[in-house]
């Protein structure tokens, strides 16, 4: 068949395609029905929570994880065969913050061995997407022309000698502690738990970590932390969740188990469910304690929350390339994604609880204790740290020492619009 016989078969599929949808006759409803059957696995046990989710109990082998492709013939991990070292420092800056790992759906009931908890895809989270076959996913991150690095908060952008090639994004905003220059294979943090401001369905904010390698425009990052994402998840609840991607955000990972790729060994936590108590101002404050570690016998990347409680794992060696051997970059504090960030009218979703950094303890989000592990499997302060925040007006970030002998406190985040943020 000739070039030319093969483009015009091609342009009469296309017509014949697009007259059937202007007819009526392409099945929406069966390809809602498939995504539904490709992303909720039978359950052997379904919990019905009183927030509304649907947390469904599936057989660990049988998980969305296993779709992928590379991970066919994977054997599970079931838990980490490392163990990490804390150094212990009298310089600890332990603020009056309480533990949280409770999630909602645990009031009503709990999984059996030998399943892991999903949360269940509904029709109507579908049909909020703004695209079926993006669902789950970040959206692709979107460079400003200039393509210029911007920081104006007081810090150079370079950290041990290291530039930050951290770009300038059109659609998102973001107020983070950064470190670079080594090889990392684990960090870790205590993140202040808040329920900020979301102004409108198609916009998120987030409280988390950022495990990073590779080159800036096609990076591949692990992400754990708390997030308020309405159109993902229907609701403004503050959610744990896990993240990853392979390219960027362009084509490849997503939230939670929204596609294959994580593996989920814990019957007792869920991804992207509600964790409660959330703090309030001048009130009492909850944190999560998060990490993400590189298992050096495995190059599985676990995620862990509270006290040293596995999730999961990202298998690097099946999934990922520059993340197979360690991290370069890591990063701790909050990002807001909208179209109208660095713009005017600005969004008015918050980042953190919602004030500036400034604000500290009781009114400002922070991060505890953010600590980097490297190849002597230990936890430790890193040596060099910045701060980035490349919508200031709008959200801010300080690393803030109250006494000399003291860890610093990093502290992020903003109330979006506002007089000095129009």
């Keep these: 068949m000739t070039k030319l016989n093969i483009s015009g078969l091609f342009l009469v599929l296309v017509l014949s395609y697009l007259s059937d949808r202007a007819n009526g ?7 809602v029905d498939e995504k539904l059957k490709q992303l909720n696995k039978p359950a052997v046990k379904t919990i019905q929570s009183e927030d509304g989710d649907i947390i469904d109990c599936v057989d660990i082998y049988k998980q969305p994880a296993f779709d992928h492709p590379a991970l066919k013939n994977h054997v599970i991990q079931m838990k980490p065969s490392f163990v990490l070292n804390e150094e212990k420092s009298s310089t600890k800056n332990e603020l ?14 709990s999984c059996p061995d030998g399943t892991v908890p999903i949360r269940r895809i509904q029709r109507k989270d579908l049909l909020r997407a703004e695209s079926i076959f993006r669902f789950g996913r970040k959206p ?7 393509n210029t690095t911007i920081q104006k908060d007081g810090h150079i952008p370079f950290i041990n000698n290291t530039k930050l090639s951290l770009p300038s994004l059109v659609n998102r905003a973001a ?3 950064v470190t670079v220059g080594y090889n990392y294979i684990g ?8 329920n900020p401001n979301v102004a409108a369905e198609n916009e998120f904010t987030t409280g988390q970590i950022w ?5 800036g425009d096609d990076f591949e990052s692990l992400e754990s932390g708390w997030v308020v994402n309405p159109q993902l998840y229907g609701d403004r609840r503050t959610r744990f969740f896990a993240h990853w991607t392979k390219d960027s955000y362009k084509s490849t990972g997503c939230f939670d188990l929204t596609c294959s790729g994580f593996v989920h060994t814990n019957p007792q936590i869920a991804l992207g469910a509600a964790i409660e108590p959330v703090s309030s101002e001048s009130g009492q404050q909850y944190h999560v304690t998060i990490g993400i570690y590189m298992d050096p016998n495995t190059a599985n990347w676990w995620l862990k929350i509270g006290a040293d409680q596995p999730v999961g794992y990202w298998p690097a060696g099946s999934l990922l390339f520059y993340l197979n051997h360690s991290s370069t970059l890591v990063e701790w ?7 109208n960030v660095k713009k005017s009218p600005h969004t008015k979703t918050a980042m953190g609880s919602g004030d500036y950094a400034y604000g500290l303890f009781g009114n400002a989000c922070f991060v505890q204790n953010p600590n980097i592990v490297d190849f002597s499997l230990s936890l430790k302060y890193p040596e060099w740290v910045g701060t980035w925040a490349d ?3 709008c959200y801010s970030a300080l690393n803030y020492q109250k006494a000399y002998g003291t860890l610093p406190v990093f502290y992020f985040g903003g109330p979006g619009q506002n007089h000095n943020c129009p």
Excluded: H
């Design 140 to 146: 692709q991150e979107i460079v400003s022309k200039s």
């Design 175 to 177: 107020a983070t502690l």
């Design 187 to 194: 960090a870790k943090g205590d993140i202040n738990v808040w």
């Design 333 to 339: 504090g909050g990002q807001v994604y909208s179209t």
């Design 391 to 393: 919508d200031y007006n």
């Design 211 to 215: 495990v990073k390698a590779g080159p």
């Design 96 to 109: 009056s913050s309480k533990l949280v790992v409770s999630q909602t759906w645990q009031r009503s009931g």
């Design 25 to 31: 006759r392409v099945d929406f409803n069966g390809i």
